[in-house]
């Protein structure tokens, strides 16, 4: 029995020296598993974890070797030994405590390592984000959550409770599952719930009341495959929406969602926003403009671990800019009176604060409504920012 641990272990170390980083970590393993049919489901469940666990040390214990630093990141990510006990020395486990913070003050006894070390970029973080807590939120697998559909409130529990899984009931529309839940055989996904994070889901608070049940246009300008355009249909109700994206690809996945969605009054064209439109895709200027830009996404580093181990400030930069480009390309299409909601999945200050202050000294007439991070460590989820600007101006002719 184990055996097979010990074996699971030397498959990760072989996996991690030579893994580099430039493919998503879950494609990556997905690829190796395919190629390597000899592991079943127990083992590639195993065998990801541990590879997982790995890069939650984020930038921390640089210059130890992989075996060496596995074992440390199974001891911080793992509450108790459990299955891994045969792979560490008695001290280990005298000294395995449920509370994390027990077990890194031991880890501190034996190596050089601080929480700063897993994330080297804590200066750049958004100050309303507690430094300590989010770091070691990268330990942790974050929850899955869905959003359950206006009106598919009892439909959806009473197919999870006949289903047997276990969920808990964060809001009225919000539930959180275990990671790995099979939740797409037992609901209609995107007709009567939708896979978005908590936080994501939270970014509805910052939709203006006033334009709910308004003939409104919307225009989704970082649309991906259209979390943020669903949400804002669930809300808003009458809306003409305009949904594009950089890539022609995820806009065939947001069409698919949007024909499950109900969603029919809107058009979805491929649009590189950090040039300037030379030709516009309506008439007159939009109502509502959703800027979910491109960004780090180090509030969800802790989905994506790898992610955090090979960050430079260099991207940091490079995302920076191309922010600006498109949240000052993008405004441009904003109506008088109305609203545009910059949103990031990033916890830094450049992506966030600093490109809140730059919309806002590059144009003028533009007031912030409303603005701030949405923690999402504390409940096992993502973090992100928003603001929600005002272009002053005549109020809408819409009624
Ligand atoms: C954070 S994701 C959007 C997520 C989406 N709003 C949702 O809720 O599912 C950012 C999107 O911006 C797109 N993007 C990146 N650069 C872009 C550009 N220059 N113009 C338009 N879209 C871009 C990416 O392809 C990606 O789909």
Known sequence: MQQRFHSYFNTAVQLISSYDG?????????????????????????????????????????????????????FLCNAEPGVWTGLFELEYIDNWNVELIRRIVFIQTKYAFSLE????????????????????????????????????????????????????????????????????????????????????????????SELTDKN??????????????????????????????????????????????GIKNYHSFVCDISNELTESFTNDPVNFIICDAPCSGSGTWSRTPEQLAYFTRKKLEDYAALQKKIAGNAIKHLSKGGYFLYITCSVFKQENEEVVEFILDEVKGLKLIKSGALKGYNQKADSMHASLFLNQGDSFDTE
Not at 45 to 67: D, F, M, T, W
Not at 136 to 147: E, K, L, T
Not at 234 to 258: C, E, G, P, W, Y
Request: hydrophobic share 40%; aromatic share 10%; net charge positive.
């Open 117 to 208: 070390d897993v994330f080297p970029f804590a200066e750049s973080l958004t100050d309303e984000i507690d430094k300590d807590s989010f770091i070691a939120g990268h330990f942790v697998q974050p929850d899955v959550f869905i959003r359950v559909r206006p009106g598919k409130e009892k439909t959806v529990t009473k197919k999870m409770e006949e289903a047997g899984l276990p969920f808990q009931q964060l809001t009225n529309d919000c539930i959180a599952l275990p990671n790995a839940s099979k939740i797409d055989t037992i609901l209609a996904l995107d007709k009567e719930a939708v896979i978005q994070d908590y936080s994501s889901q939270r970014i509805a608070e910052f939709f203006p």
């Open 216 to 261: 409104i246009t919307v225009w989704d300008c970082c649309s991906a495959s259209g979390g943020k355009s669903i949400l804002a249909y669930d809300h808003l109700h009458k809306m003409k929406l305009f949904a594009s994206d950089v890539r022609s690809s995820i806009l065939f996945n947001l069409q698919q969602r949007f024909a499950k969605a």
């Open 22 to 74: 430039k493919m998503p970590l879950a494609a990556w393993l997905k690829n190796y598993f395919a190629a390597n049919k000899k592991h079943g489901s127990k083992d590639r469940k195993y065998i990801s974890h541990l590879c997982y666990c790995y890069y939650r040390l984020g930038q921390a214990l640089p210059n130890v070797e992989v075996a060496e630093k596995l074992k440390v990141a199974i």
